[in-house]
């Protein structure tokens, strides 16, 4: 929605001063399993709402800020969707409000075509389309025709009921009251990004009461892709961690010698199991801290780009904690 608000004063900005409208196609998204596999495995909160029926009242939440005269002017609206109920809801509040032109309603071929003639009847046209792919390449369409399956399986999926939406009415209930509860939850409101991380603000803290997975930077959110851009620009010529590597080096016999009586003669045994854990949490805590050196070097020494360096800083965050519990 807030996107749709930003789309919306661009658009208008530009048609005022003679430019054309742009459109926006409104579609609900087939991939949330995807999504929540993502989510699990960097540590985000998941990007989509909370559950079907919030992303329903959702999609209509922009289909009503989209569906006005002073704002269609500007942003053209693609309605995509099987959902008859949604295209109905889109095509009513259209004529309602007297903004049928720059509205068109978009529907995938083959999938419903009773329907999708049924629609194009009411609306007078319907943009059909297709995926195209080449035929050595097939392979790359397995994941659509997957979601395509998954659609028509899943319960909670509009699609799950249209072949017989016709002829079993505890499917249409199911389906009208579906519709009618996201209605219930309609308002003006415009929902908050649930991904808010930034590396540039944060402050990391962890808590040594249990283990928490650390989360990756999120490259989604505006600030951490101008955290990762200070990053780049420091790795042709970053002498970051230089001074410590020359601090290092050993040679002589003596200086080896010396540094394994240190060793031999470290405090680290002595210490009990609480306090070692206290040393480990506050590495962990120093490693996340400098998560952003440490991916200037691994990148300016090793040739790691971001997305491979941030997951490793990342896990040794998590080692750190881990063996600390």
């Known amino acids: 929605m807030s996107a749709m608000v930003r789309l919306q004063e661009w658009a208008a ?3 005022a001063n003679g430019g054309a409208p742009i459109k926006v196609r409104l579609v609900k998204g087939a991939n949330l399993p995807m999504e929540l596999v993502e989510a699990e495995l960097h540590h985000w909160p ?12 959702n999609y209509k939440r922009v289909m009503n800020y989209a569906l006005r005269p002073e704002h269609i002017k500007n942003v053209n609206l693609g309605v995509a969707g099987h959902n008859l109920f949604d295209l109905a809801f889109a095509w ?3 004529n309602k409000r007297n903004c049928t032109n720059g509205l068109d309603f978009e529907m995938l071929v083959g999938m419903a075509p009773g329907q999708a003639e049924a629609v194009r009847r009411t609306v007078g046209e319907l943009l059909l389309y297709v995926p195209v792919v ?3 390449e097939f392979d790359v369409a397995i994941a659509y025709l997957i979601r395509r399956l998954e659609e028509g399986a899943n319960s909670e999926n509009f699609m799950s009921a249209v072949f017989e939406l016709a002829k079993d009415e505890k499917l249409f209930q199911r ?8 209605l219930e939850q309609l308002d003006d409101e415009i929902p908050q990004p649930n991904r808010v991380q930034s590396r540039l603000t944060e402050v990391p803290t962890s808590s040594h009461d249990s283990f928490e997975p650390t989360a990756d930077s999120d490259p989604a959110v505006l600030d951490n892709q101008q955290w990762a851009q200070e990053i780049r620009t420091q790795l042709a010529d970053t002498k970051l961690g230089q001074d410590l ?3 290092a080096w050993l040679h002589t016999e003596k200086q080896l010698e010396e540094c394994i009586t240190t060793a031999v003669n470290s405090s680290w045994s002595s210490l009990s199991a ?3 854990a206290e040393l480990l949490h506050r590495a962990g805590d120093q490693l996340a801290k400098n998560r952003g050196d440490l991916m200037v ?7 790691k780009t971001l997305d491979q360096s941030d997951p490793e800083v990342s896990e040794a965050v998590d080692f750190a904690h881990y063996y600390a519990e």
Request: charged residues 35%.
């Open 134 to 136: 080449h035929p050595k």
């Open 13 to 15: 900005e530009r048609v």
């Open 175 to 182: 389906e009208k009251e579906r519709f009618l509860a996201s």
């Open 245 to 247: 590597a020359d601090q």
């Open 297 to 303: 070097v691994a990148g300016a020494e090793c040739g």
């Open 46 to 57: 998941v990007a989509t709402c909370e559950s079907k029926q919030a992303s329903d009242t």
């Open 274 to 276: 609480a306090e070692r």
């Open 92 to 94: 009513l509040l259209a």
